[in-house]
Every structure is written in C-alpha cells, then in structure tokens.
C-alpha cells in the first residue's frame, strides 16, 4: 500500500497540491472521489519522499477508519477514472497480483544462503544474495511485483523466492551484434559464460 501512496503523492495529489502534513500524518485528498487518506509518517521530507509507517486510513464520520490495500486501490483507481477519464481495466488485478506476489516472497522467508555455482566469480555469491533481497521493488511503482500467472509457476523463477533455474546460451554472429557498454568489455563476463564457436559471441 505505501508504494501505491508514493505514486498517488507524486504523480496526482501532490501536483495538484492536495496533499499536507499534520502532526506526524500525511494527509491526501482526493477531490473527485471526496476521499482524505491518512498515513502516519516515519520520516518527512522537504521534497515530498516521505516515508510512511502503519496503516492508511479514511476520514469518516467518526474519525479515522482502517483501510486494506484493496480499499486503497479502490479509491485510486476510482479517481484516477475520475481525473482522466479512461477506466483502467487491469489496474486492480494488477495491484491484487503486485499484494499476493508480495506475500509468496514473505512466506519464503528467510532464504539460504544461494550456493555459489562452480567457476563462478567469487563476488557471484553477493550478488544473487543482493538481487534476492530485492522483495519490495520500486518504490514509486503502484505494482512493483505484479506477476500473472499461478505463484506456484513464477516462484521457481523469482529472485525474492530463491528461484533457481539453468540459462540457455544463444549464440549469435559477431556481424549481427550491436552493442553499447559504459566500460569497455563490461559484457566479456557475459561471453566466457558458455562456449561459443569462432565468430560468435
């Protein structure tokens, strides 16, 4: 739910200036829908990168009221139709898949240590351990772990699920590539990976 308040924050409420900051809690209104959200704050930052902690909830006629995830979702969806209006048909899915892939990876908690395969460079054994530890995703995206499909199917080939599978080598004529690398031979790490015949990489 706080990567979905960061995309609302920066990309509609906070341009729009509906947004504040009251006593520890970020406040963000969404006029179309006639929704405040209420998030408490862990950290506030002068450049809107705030970072949030606990539940987000809604004012209502009591006060404040809990909401999930999907609720959230809900409200954004409604009034991001709302603002452009164009219905987003996958959105909500989207974000359901983004909650339940999320979930897989907590529930695979806490990983092994990845082996280190044979012949690997030594510093191959922290760099999966780094693309493991990846299981939040991006923080300014509103489904960063989206996946479609069953997780028992993408799990095995999922980092933050300590998926492991084989690569296959395709190898290509030297003539036909075109590359690009900020170092020159950043990608010779890539072609000793597999043996190739002569004039391919």
Do not use: M
């Amino acid at each position: 739910a706080h990567t979905l308040l960061n995309c609302l924050l920066r990309e509609v409420s906070g341009p729009e200036h509906q947004t504040a900051v009251d006593r520890g809690h970020l406040l963000l209104r969404l006029p179309r829908r006639g929704v405040l959200l209420r998030v408490a704050l862990r950290r506030t930052s002068l450049l809107g990168a705030h970072r949030f902690t606990g539940p987000v909830t809604v004012e209502d006629g009591d006060g404040w009221t809990e909401i999930g995830p999907r609720r959230l979702a809900e409200y954004v969806h409604t009034e991001l139709a709302l603002r452009t209006g164009v219905h987003n048909d996958e959105f909500l899915d989207q974000f359901g898949s983004g909650h339940r892939a999320l979930a897989a990876a907590l529930a695979a908690r806490p990983l092994p240590q990845p082996p280190v395969p044979a012949g690997a460079p030594e510093w191959t054994g922290a760099y999966l351990a780094s693309e493991q530890a990846l299981l939040f995703g991006h923080r300014f995206h509103p489904t960063p772990k989206a996946r479609t499909g069953d997780p028992a199917a993408w799990r095995t080939y999922a980092p933050e699920t300590g998926g492991r599978f084989g690569l296959l080598h395709l190898a290509v004529r030297d003539e036909l590539i075109a590359q690009e690398t900020a170092d020159d031979g950043a990608a010779a790490p890539l072609d000793a990976l597999a043996d190739v015949p002569d004039g391919y990489r």
